[in-house]
């Protein structure tokens, strides 16, 4: 959930740390440093707060040309100065930054403790520099897979030594590291974002190794110092530099993107003609696929929310039976893994660590996983083999938004696939493909002409209290919905099936309360709009997402929303949007930090 980034090269450190730095700062954001070698002493300066506060207090720093920095997402000890990375040794000639978790901090404090250390934060980190001073021997490689070594728990790492001008080294476990290589110069960084505005040439460290990384180029070995011999391999020039293109906000930027990444989701994937679909990241046939008794898809977050969107088509479509778990329950609980079943590992940035331990649990037990993934190459990704990319480009908001609508469009995609295996007829299926492939163009409708989302948005900001409430495939957009709300204008929201909301949420209402419904035409639609009534009948105060030409809606609720009629199972690729906007106009209204919202980070490495 933090961000490490280390330069060694021949330009000023300083600059290319701090650049690095903004660029991962969705990763972790409540506190930042930098130790940069100023021959022959470490010079060290953390902040608490943004990069931007670190950034002023470090603009006359050193010209060094090695060093490392952090952004920091607080797990172990407050957010302080003293618990901000880098962390040193006590003589301040060793410096790391990490980003993961010690587990067996405690008993390493109480070791190094007994031996004369003397601890000066609250952090799992600070073990780390002591240790590789207690296994320095003037050899910095060594000294640092010694380290490791004992270390239980994640770790990415990078380690900066005042006797080594020369050399940095870095190592990973569970938290991911790319190694850029550049001319002259070479890069680590937990992200590719922080590397690729200086070279595309990478090398994806995996678990249990250790690199060495001079101006010249890097060496990775394992862990028993044996040589890996890793090649380096480009990124390839789709993947973005994510800039804010003249918008204020990421999120804007993202939720204005949805046409053309739900596009790249299924560009040369639908067979039209067919009535079918490829997703050759499957490596499945037709008979494969017919052997599959049952779909699980697993995810955290909006991720668990477009799993639940599949599952619902899976099951009307396919007529397979589909459910979605919540990654941090299912790894926990034993989980009962049929091997006709397949699992859908889905996740945006591929590193969520719950999804990887709901995947490491599949495995195990001799399940069929695959990854429904953004970041190309990350943990999920490589731990799963195969799977699907959703090509939503680079997501930098905390808030999920375009990941959403892709992982919800590759999985209508393979939907599609699994149903032509089964009972769906070529007209069926040209059908689904068509719709699929409409939606790009009814987003960007949308999207062009949102409707009063303003008006909504000002009572909402006002609000002690927002229910969502949907039926059918309208219910995991409620939950999206108030997921959004809660996360970036920190406004107490919940989601309901609609149905449910009478078993006791509708206690929640008194007069003026906001109510969103989503309410799209469809099998559902009427009995939806009798919820609609209830919940007017005890004053709430109505905001109606509807399909457009739905006229008898139009004037029923206090706002009413139309998105672009579709076919009921890819309507929450529309009915999503208005949602998405919703949460972002309040989020301003009430002057929130949209993109960093306030104790999340974008990528939860940590249980
Ligand atoms: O990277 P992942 O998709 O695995 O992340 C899962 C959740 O942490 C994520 O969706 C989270 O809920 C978002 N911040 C929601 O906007």
New binding site residues.
């Given amino acids: 959930m933090c961000g490490i980034i280390a330069y060694i090269g021949n330009e000023p450190a300083l600059p290319r740390l701090m650049e690095g730095l903004r660029r991962m700062e969705y990763r972790g954001y409540d506190s930042a440093g930098v130790a940069l070698l100023d021959s022959p002493s470490l010079w060290v300066r953390k902040d608490v707060g943004r990069v931007e506060a670190l950034a002023s207090r470090v603009k006359d720093g050193p010209t060094a040309v090695v060093g490392i920095a952090h952004t920091r997402w607080a797990t172990h000890g407050g957010i302080t100065e003293r618990n901000a990375h880098p962390h040193t040794d006590q003589g301040t000639r060793i410096a790391v930054v990490h980003n993961g978790i010690v587990e067996n901090m405690s008993s390493l404090k109480r070791m190094l403790a007994a031996e004369g250390v003397q601890f000066r934060s609250e952090t799992d980190t600070e073990v780390i520099p002591h240790l590789i001073r207690r296994h320095y021997k003037g050899d910095p490689v060594q000294a640092v897979i010694d380290t490791v070594g004992m270390l239980r728990g994640t770790y990415g790492i990078a380690v900066l030594f005042a006797d080594h001008p020369d050399v940095l080294v870095a190592a990973r476990n569970g938290s991911p590291l790319v190694v850029g290589l550049g001319d002259g110069e070479t890069i680590v960084a937990s992200d590719p974002q922080a590397i690729i505005a200086h070279t595309r040439r990478v090398i994806y460290l995996q678990d249990r190794e250790v690199v060495t990384i001079t101006r010249d180029g890097a060496n990775v070995c394992k862990l028993d110092g044996s040589e890996v011999g890793r090649q380096p391999e480009l990124i390839d020039q789709d993947y973005e530099l994510a800039e804010l293109q003249g918008f204020p906000h990421f999120m804007l930027k993202e939720i204005h993107e949805q046409s053309e990444s739900i596009e790249r989701a299924i560009r040369g994937r639908l067979q039209l003609d067919e009535g079918n679909a490829k997703l050759g990241g499957l490596e499945m046939s037709p008979r494969d696929l017919r052997h599959i008794a049952r779909i699980v898809n697993i995810?955290?977050?909006?991720?668990y929310h477009a799993g639940l969107v599949a599952s619902m088509a899976i099951e009307d479509l396919a007529r397979v039976p589909a459910r979605s778990e919540i990654a941090s329950e299912f790894r926990h609980r034993n989980p009962i893994i049929p091997p006709d079943a397949l699992f859908f590992a889905?996740?945006?940035?591929?590193?969520?660590l719950d999804?990887l331990g709901a995947v490491q649990e599949v495995m195990i037990k001799g399940g069929h996983v695959m990854g429904v993934i953004n970041v190309v190459g990350s943990t999920i990704a490589r731990a799963c083999g195969k799977g699907v990319y959703v090509y939503s480009g680079p997501e930098i908001a905390?808030?999920?938004t375009k990941?959403f609508t892709s992982q919800v469009t590759a999985l209508l995609v393979f939907t599609l696939m699994l149903a032509r295996t089964r009972n769906l007829s070529l007209e069926e299926g040209q059908r689904v493909a068509r719709a699929l492939s409409a939606v790009p163009g009814r987003v960007r409708e949308y999207l062009e002409a949102p409707g009063p989302i303003q008006k909504a948005a000002e009572i909402i900001a006002k609000a002690r209290y927002v229910q969502f409430l949907g039926r059918g495939y309208s219910y995991p957009v409620a939950l999206e919905g108030a997921?959004?709300l809660k996360?970036i204008a920190y406004i107490p929201s919940e989601g309901y099936p609609a149905g449910e909301m009478k078993h006791g949420p509708i206690a929640m209402l008194e007069k003026g309360t906001p109510v969103v419904l989503v309410a799209p035409r469809g099998s559902q639609r009427d009995k939806a709009i009798s919820n609609l009534k209830e919940v007017q009948a005890r004053g709430a105060f109505t905001i109606l997402v509807h399909s457009a030409g739905d006229d008898e809606l139009a004037d029923m609720a206090d706002v009413s929303i139309a998105v672009p009629e579709t076919e009921e199972f890819v309507s929450p690729l529309l009915t999503v949007l208005p949602l998405q906007l919703i949460a972002y106009e309040v989020a301003k209204l009430l002057d929130r930090d949209i993109d960093k919202p306030r104790n999340?980070a974008?990528?939860?490495t940590v249980e």
């Fill in positions: 995810g955290c977050g909006t991720s889905i996740s945006q940035s591929g590193e969520t999804t905390v808030a999920s990941a997921l959004k996360e999340l974008k990528s939860v």
